[in-house]
């Protein structure tokens, strides 16, 4: 079974600073998709970032980039330029495409804080 | 384009009851997913619908199931609540893993909040 795991349950960060999220994650499949997804306090999830797991590059997306590591099944969030706007919760999750759709497991999240 | 909406947003019931919550997908996205997340065991993947079929579901009792309409929009059902079943229920649609781009991103609704006394 897939397994994700943040070691970090909480972070803070001061304003404009660089912060990185830590994700393992334990798999056995080849092929599969990788996200960070942001819940603001009392707020909607949203995507913040994917990465597919045939693809070397790592995904950026503005302040946000990742550092996947394929072989050591290590899927970290960098933050740059930190907003106090980007104070949430942040998951990780793995998604396996297998019996004809999709199944995400989300690791236990890191709450970030960023401070004035 | 409108995003993915769950009604009701809150909803208290009592243990033994029943309860049904309803997930309106993106237009075009024919996947529903459905995940169960408290504080103690954080998110957890319910069930996946598309085309009005189940595709995949997580390690939860019977007493949980869930069904899709032809219209994509996608309903779930507790039979005989329990305490634990207190949780914010969030689903989530996407294309489905066909051609579309990015086709197996999911996007989020609010949520429903359930509380079972």
């Known amino acids: 079974a897939q397994t994700v795991t943040q070691s970090q349950p909480e972070m803070s960060v001061q304003e404009a600073e660089t912060v990185t999220l830590s994700c393992t994650y334990d798999?056995?499949?080849?092929?599969?998709?990788l996200f960070w997804y942001k819940q603001p306090p009392s707020r909607q999830m949203i995507l913040v970032i994917r990465q597919e797991a045939y693809k070397q590059q790592n995904a950026t997306e503005n302040r946000f980039s990742v550092n996947f590591q394929k072989a050591a099944k290590s899927f970290s969030l960098k933050i740059s330029d930190s907003q106090l706007g980007d104070t949430a919760m942040y998951f990780c999750a793995f998604m396996k495409h297998g019996g004809g759709g999709f199944k995400t497991i989300f690791g236990a999240g890191t709450r970030l804080f960023v401070k004035a | 384009k409108a995003g993915v909406t769950q009604t009701p947003r809150y909803l208290i019931k009592t243990r033994g009851q029943q309860v049904t919550l309803s997930c309106s997908p993106i237009s075009g996205h024919r996947s529903v997913s459905w995940y169960q997340q408290t504080p103690g065991q954080g998110l957890q993947f319910l069930f996946e619908?598309?085309?009005?079929?189940?595709?995949n579901k997580g390690n939860f009792p019977g007493r949980f199931s869930g069904r899709q309409f032809s219209n994509s929009r996608s309903e779930m059902n507790v039979s005989t609540l329990e305490l634990g079943d207190s949780a914010l229920y969030l689903c989530?649609?996407?294309f489905g893993g066909g051609l579309e781009t990015h086709s197996y991103e999911q996007y989020f609704g609010p949520g429903t909040r359930l509380t079972v006394t």
């Open positions: 989530a649609s996407s």
């Open positions: 798999t056995s499949e080849n092929n599969y998709y």
């Open positions: 619908y598309f085309s009005e079929t189940q595709r």
